[in-house]
T-cell receptor, first 115, second 113 residues
């Protein structure tokens, strides 16, 4: 079984500042890792994914994340945020090797970008 | 870009009534999922569907829930006798191959009165 911990429920930040949203996971099997973003009253949009290969993955809207296997982390970063990045961000994992790829989500982090 | 569509966007139903939530996954996808998000809480897995049968389900997905793919394009979630605690946003998702990410619809907000 897998679980995901997003330590920060809310992250306020000023426009053009850097931001890091933290995600840690636990799993007894190898995993795929994802970050999704949810804008108000909308569905979940994939930001980026880690399946294999390079541990630094780049996604849409200037976001990137680094997979750290030893620390079981997959933190999301952006060097300079915009007002439009205000949304809720969800880290998710799915196991592979027998699983149907069901996603296990963290509780989400609300990013609030202030002018 | 193809997308997952869900209807209706908002469903209001009396407690005890049956409700059917509809989803049209991306056309060449093979794996289908339902998730729910109770207001203020995290997104929770309900059920996955592959090759015309349920492949996995969570403990939330009890006998009141069922899924169907009646015509090769729609993917439905039925709640037979709704309870107040079924009020939530329900998301449908689909994927192509097993190592591809899931694509989500915009959700159906279900309100049980």
């Amino acid at each position: 079984a897998q679980s995901v911990t997003q330590l920060d429920s809310q992250v306020p930040v000023f426009e053009e500042a850097p931001v890091e949203l933290r995600c840690n996971y636990s799993s007894s099997v190898s995993v795929y890792l994802f970050w999704y973003v949810q804008y108000p009253n909308q569905g979940l949009q994939l930001l980026l994914k880690y399946l294999s290969g390079s541990t630094l993955v780049k996604g849409i809207n200037g976001f990137e994340a680094e997979f750290n296997k030893s620390q079981t982390s997959f933190h999301l970063r952006k060097p300079s945020v915009h007002i439009s990045d205000t949304a809720e961000y969800f880290c998710a994992v799915s196991g592979y090797g027998g699983s149907q790829g069901n996603l296990i989500f963290g509780k989400g982090t609300k990013l609030s970008v202030k002018p | 870009e193809p997308e997952v569509t869900q209807t209706p966007s908002h469903q209001v139903t009396q407690m005890g009534q049956e409700v059917i939530l509809r989803c049209v996954p991306i056309s060449n996808h093979l794996y289908f999922y339902w998730y729910r998000q109770i207001l203020g809480q995290k997104v929770e897995f309900l059920v996955s569907f592959y090759n015309n049968e349920i492949s996995e389900k969570s403990e939330i997905f009890d006998d009141q829930f069922s899924v169907e793919r009646p015509d090769g394009s729609n993917f439905t979630l039925k709640i037979r006798s709704t309870k107040l605690e079924d009020s939530a946003m329900y998301f449908c998702a689909s994927r192509g191959r097993i190592n591809q990410p899931q694509h989500f619809g915009d959700g159906t907000r279900l309100s049980i009165l």
